[in-house]
């Protein structure tokens, strides 16, 4: 697995945390391969050892790896192969109501998080990218 960071989109951590997880679902990376280590990898690509740090501590909390003390980091099998969604709602009603909700709902883990006019852009960022995917319903106000 070879990473770019010269042409990236947002931030290095988000794009490492993205590569990997990209590369062990498509199974570039296997579960029980072992990962390179934070240091290797900050040699590497001279990109500093907090970057994956935060990278492969995501991967953690999203169930991708496991950290092995002294050991190192390793890719593991996803126990629940059903997928995480975060569903981001004005009006939690509306999820019950919806279709595509309806639909998925024995396939996914679905958590919902309410949002607001008033909540800032990067109120889920954290939240998002620990997700396999993301709903925002919206509900629009058809009075004239």
């Known amino acids: 697995m070879q990473l770019n960071f010269e042409k990236i989109v947002g931030t290095k951590v988000l794009y490492v945390y993205e590569s990997f997880r990209e590369a062990i679902l498509t199974g570039t ?8 280590s934070i240091k290797q990898l900050s040699t590497i690509y ?5 970057t994956f740090e935060k990278a492969y501590k995501m991967l953690r909390e999203a169930g991708y790896i496991i950290s092995v003390p002294g050991k190192g980091n390793y890719v593991i099998e996803k126990k629940n192969n ?9 009006d939690q009603s509306e999820v019950a109501k919806s279709p595509l909700i309806s639909a998925i709902t024995g396939i996914a883990r679905i958590t919902v998080k309410k949002i607001s006019e008033k909540s800032k852009t990067n109120t889920f960022s954290d939240d998002v990218v620990n997700y396999d995917s993301v709903i925002i319903l ?7």
Request: hydrophobic residues 40%.
């Open 29 to 36: 990376l296997k579960p029980g391969q072992k990962l390179m």
């Open 46 to 50: 001279n990109v500093s050892k907090d």
């Open 82 to 90: 059903k997928l995480s969604v975060l569903v981001l709602c004005a």
């Open 138 to 144: 919206l509900k629009f106000n058809n009075k004239q």
